[in-house]
């Protein structure tokens, strides 16, 4: 009886999430359409904020449906000195599609909207590519070292594209997320990678290393975020059907000093040294969720 009550409160779930993202992605392409055919930038930033305030009441409701058909516990630390107002780089590990929804109910209205960076080609999308464009997502164009040996002449190109993509977020408080070992924790990935944290993957220095070289003097902070699923780590239908029972999120504000400002792409010392700096937070992050285990 329990999984079938448990895979019925899935379908209800589901249906209303479904239900509520149609509601809001209507006045969404609205929006889109509009800044679209009326190409000043004035405007597009005001659409750009009506986009947004749309983006989070759906956030909102989600929340909502989410409460009512599950008893979740969240335990939260770190959370209590953020500012809507602030600008934010959010870093975080990722285990399950289940980060997302925790993440945007954990910074609800405690910061600006979050907006992850995706990869260039993701615009293309249909329907939610368009709703990420509308909602000013950064776009990046990443070449992997072997690529550029081969095509030197776009070395920098990256740097460019995310530079631009940052650019519209001058005149605005914003929080960009950005999960930085790139992909999910599972545990073939974790053997291949060769891996040295018992609980994480590698994290990938290059794409927040472009952030913080393009919107440095713009952030405030940069927010580690640890997510952790004390009884065990599930997958986004678990969730739904409320097998999802607790989380733990634990919030770090790291200070933007000179130490992490650098030019990771021409100059090898700062690579070496920003490197050494990531890899020593996702080693304390390693130690932490390792102690969570006893």
């Known amino acids: 009886m329990t999984v079938i009550f ?9 249906t209303y999430l479904g239900i509520n993202t149609l509601f809001w992605v209507s006045p969404l392409f609205i ?19 009506i986009a947004v305030l749309i983006a989070e009441n759906w956030v909102y409701f989600n929340n909502i449906g989410l409460l009512v058909t599950r008893n979740m516990e ?12 602030g600008s934010y780089l959010v870093i975080s590990n990722h285990q399950s599609w289940i980060d997302i929804p925790v993440l945007q109910k954990v910074f609800y209205h405690k910061i600006p909207f ?11 999308v249909p329907f939610l590519g368009q709703a990420w464009w509308a909602l000013d997502f950064p776009f990046m164009k990443r070449y992997s070292p072997s690529f550029l040996k081969k095509n030197p002449h776009l070395k920098g190109k990256d740097f460019e594209i995310t530079k631009k993509a940052c650019e519209k977020f001058k005149d605005m408080p914003v929080s960009v997320m950005n999960f930085i070992e790139g992909t999910r924790f599972r545990n073939e990935k974790h053997k291949r990678q060769k891996s040295p944290y018992k609980n994480l993957l590698r994290p990938k220095a290059h794409g927040i290393s472009l952030v913080l070289s393009t919107m440095g003097d713009q952030l405030d902070y940069i927010l580690d975020v640890t997510i952790s699923y004390p009884y065990g780590t599930q997958e986004i239908w678990s969730f739904l059907c409320g097998d ?9 504000k790291i200070p933007i000093s000179g130490d992490i400002l650098c030019n990771y792409s021409e100059d090898r010392e700062d690579r070496i040294r920003f490197q050494k700096w990531l890899n020593g937070l996702w080693e304390k992050k390693d130690e932490y969720l390792e102690g969570l285990k006893t």
């Open 6 to 14: 448990n895979n019925f409160r899935g379908v209800i779930s589901t």
């Open 31 to 49: 929006v889109t359409f509009f800044r679209l055919i009326i190409p000043f930038k004035k405007w597009g930033m005001f659409c750009g904020r």
């Open 74 to 85: 969240f335990e939260l630390e770190g959370i209590e000195e953020l500012d809507r107002k």
């Open 114 to 124: 979050l907006k992850f960076f995706l990869k260039k080609e993701l615009i293309w």
């Open 244 to 252: 999802v029972n607790k989380v733990r999120v634990k919030v770090q």
